[in-house]
């Protein structure tokens, strides 16, 4: 059937030149699926206008029409276009029909229907729209036939419009089957619309990131423009909407497009001058939208498309150079993204704009609701994978702010055990200085207690003193008294004026000694010395009584030191007399000399009652006088001298030992060379 129809067709096209069009015989099936194209049986007339449709219609002008061969027709300037075709149709095809024609920026369309036979002014058709589209590239427009099975001629004008083409035909239930489509596809898309609106939302609130607004913003706009179509649509399916209201929300959609991509790609940070390129994209698309609402659409709408190409383009262009130049590849996807939106809606553009012939998409709306289902994934995924980075971010940074804590407890521990240390540290510093301040405390108690005790010694000494000047004097008086009595002898009292002068003597002898030894160092008159002279010396100082109770035993070689002779003079003569003093008036003392390992040794040994344990160190101190001392004159200077003439010669005086059979003290000296002795003999 279809065969022998194309071949009459293109019979019908040879024979077309200046020739009425062949009646075109519809069948039962034909446009009964989809809708017949009928491009070869129309002929088409450029130029006449309204006023001339009479004349056309009486078919005058016939003969002007040449075959159309379905190319697209430019008809928006001067009187448009004029088609002409011949429908009839099979006794059991179906009387309702639909003529269908795309057109780009739709003006007028009139179709006028001329019965077969007659040459009567036709009856004007208007058409009914019914794109349920809100894109600007094709308009479908539907003119409703009721066809006889006699022939009529149609004769449709189209003026004001950027391009016309694909005309087609299609039975009733073909005409319902596809307006139920595209009623589905739109429901959908609304659907899916509004529930990714409502997740950005949800988004938003949720993550705080205003990415998901903007697109949120973008959504909702798309959820106004399905329901500028489809509310009007469903009161009368023929209704597109105001128009001024769509140019309104055309230029919201793009302001929200503008939006999303900036804050997409963070133009304001990413671009210099890129917020102020925002800006007054934004500022151009809502201006151009308030007017097309004020009532100037068909004015303003050329002007909104330059707004949408120039936006895109400039997306298009920032995009490649943060791709291309700053290499920022995490950017690919929402790049992919606004690359298929920049074409498919710029190509749009330039199509409706009469610049481009044809586009990606030659009309259908179940295309552009297909396209725009794309967008939405595409979008979905856009910003799921921002949220994923966001996700991730928020990881990292929780994780960095975890490290960060973590470090800087570590530095207050750190920082703690640190101070801590130092408080220990200077804890124990200040411990030890309380410590020696204690003890320096201490030392000034004790020697506070020392001076003290000096003190008291000095005052007993100055007593003592007194005392035995006054004693020995005493004598002397009494004795040089009695001297001059009657029958008085003289020896013995001679003999008492001597021990006292002896005792003031050597009490005198020991203050001189003291004082000199106050300032050793300087008046420390040396020179090698026989210690057997000093003993000798020493000995030959006591009274004959005295001399007699003293053994001594003196070596035949000298013992030469290098000394004071005075000042050991004293020394030898203290112990010797307290020797003497501290033993009973018979008892023996005994004073040998000696050397041994380079030094001479003095040991005066008595027979007395000792010296009380407790009192062994303390003998040798300034002004001690012991328990042994009892009623006995003295004055505490003499062994304290002693030590302290010894330690002058760089030697030593000792207790070797005391108890109830007697003491010994030994006087240690240190031996002069040999070769100095040669020297002094000399
Ligand atoms: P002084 O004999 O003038 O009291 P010394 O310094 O010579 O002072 O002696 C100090 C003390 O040591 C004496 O008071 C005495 O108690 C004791 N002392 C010294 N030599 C002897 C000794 N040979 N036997 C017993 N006690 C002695």
Redesign the pocket.
Known sequence: MSFVRLALLGLLVLAAQGAAAAVLQLGPADGSRQALGIPGSVQQLAGPGDSDAAELLSGARDADFAPYAGQPLRCDSGHGCWLRFTLARDADAPPDWWLRLRTVRTGTLTLYQVPQGTRATGLAHTPRQFPLNWRYVDTEQFFELTLGTAPSTYYLHIRDVVSADGVSLLQERAFDRQQRRLATLLSVSLGVTLALMVLNLVFWRWLRDTLFLHFGAFLAVAVLLHLWQIVPAMATPERMGDMSLRGGLQALMQTATVLFIARLFDFRHQLRGGERAVQACVLANLLLGLGSLLGHQAALETWVAVADLAGMAGALAAVAWLLFVRQQWHLAWPAVLVTVIALTSGLGRLRWLGLVEAGPDEGLGLTWAAVRLVYMLLLAITVADRTRRAELQLRQSRRRALDEAQRAERLLEDKVRQRTEELHGSNARLASEIERRREAEAGLVSALATERRILQQQREFVSLVSHEFRTPLAVIDAAAQSMGLPGVEAQPRLAKIRRAVHRLRTLVVNCLAEDRLRSAATTLRREPLDLRAVIGGAVAQFGAQERERIRWQLPAAAASVHGDAALLDVAVH?LLQ??L??SPAQGEVHVRLAQEAGHAVVDVE?Q????APGQHER?FERY??????GSTG???????LGSQIARAHDGSLALLR?GAKG?A?RLRLPLLPADEIQEIRT
């Open positions: 203290n307290n020797a003093k501290y008595d007395g009652g000792g010296i003998i001690f006088r012991g328990d042994s001392a003295g004055t505490g200077l003499g062994l304290f005391s003491s003290f």
